[in-house]
């Protein structure tokens, strides 16, 4: 018989449980998988844990993202000795219930693509409807690359962030405050960014983080007064090198960037440069009429 915990919170032995579940669909399933179990306080999200169990086994995990702006995310693991529809119906009629009870607006269930029958079931029955997708993509080539000369990057200066934020809030179409804030917000999370300048022009802004063995880059964007002259690929290549001179004498670091489905432009910029898809997160609206 299936018993299910709802939790705002998880204890030690909970979070084995969850991590083993994790592992062992990310083995059946051949994907990647990575969820977080905390709290961000920083973005101001909140996370509700949904564990079904069968008997003392974890056969059901589901972890609900409350964000600021009253919208949600859902991931969820089932044992793949479990998965049956029924599995899935408990699971989102727990969730449906948190949400309604949070007033969440939106709910996105994010689905890491592979095959299942089961999921497909559940869409066809209208639990879900695909919105967009969230693609991973990493540099593939090795080669060193040589200055474009059409660009000059330096770190942002303090004194040059009310000009960042308003290139930045253009290219995303977010208000300037809110690009102000997002400013912060990398800068807090130690990600640096830098301004893509010719001449006195401001003419790209993009951030930089680095981790183990890789260098991410976040909000990468073009002043929409110089889109369509060769800009985002000269600048694209000036991060490449960028990176590749803080990797000198040691080991190389891969690069990779997100986009968004919906950024179709940006998309075929970076396949173009160099940039091939690693991973790939599928966004579907949650009917929140049902369960």
């Known amino acids: 018989m299936l018993r299910m915990k709802v939790l705002t919170q998880l204890n030690g032995r909970q979070r084995e449980e969850v991590r083993a579940l994790e592992n062992l669909c990310r083995e059946h399933d051949q994907i990647q998988g990575g969820i977080s179990l905390t709290a961000d306080e920083d973005t101001g999200t909140l996370p509700t844990y949904f564990l079904c169990y069968e008997e003392e086994l974890l056969a059901g995990f589901a972890i609900m993202y409350r964000l600021p702006d009253m919208t949600a995310e859902i991931c ?10 029924t599995m899935y119906k408990k699971l989102m009629t727990a ?12 709910g996105y269930y994010v689905f890491e693509p592979h095959a299942s029958r089961d999921f497909t079931d559940m869409t ?24 474009t000369n059409a660009l000059t990057l330096r770190q942002l200066a303090k004194t040059e962030e009310e000009a960042a934020a308003e290139l930045l809030a253009g290219a995303f179409l977010m ?26 022009e401001m003419v ?12 991410y880059v976040f909000d990468f964007a073009v002043d929409g007064d110089h889109q369509g002259r060769g800009i985002g690929k000269a600048l694209l290549k000036e991060i490449i090198r960028l990176v590749q001179e803080k990797c000198e004498g040691a080991q190389a670091k891969k690069v990779r960037i997100q986009v968004g489905s919906r950024n179709e432009e940006a998309f075929r910029l970076y396949q173009k440069n160099g940039f091939q898809v690693i991973s790939q997160r599928d966004y579907y609206l949650v009917n929140m009429q049902e369960g």
């Open 76 to 85: 969820s693991y089932i044992h793949p000795q479990y998965r049956k529809r």
């Open 95 to 106: 969730v449906l219930k948190e949400l309604k009870q949070a007033e969440i607006k939106t």
């Open 124 to 147: 066809q029955r209208g639990y879900f409807a695909y919105s967009h997708s969230e693609y991973l993509m990493e540099w593939k080539y090795s080669y060193q690359l040589m200055p």
């Open 175 to 200: 208000p300037k405050e809110d690009a102000a804030a997002r400013l912060s917000q990398i800068c807090s999370e130690d990600g640096i960014y830098y301004a893509a300048w010719q001449k006195t």
């Open 204 to 215: 790209g802004l993009f951030a930089l983080a680095e981790e183990a063995n890789t260098f």
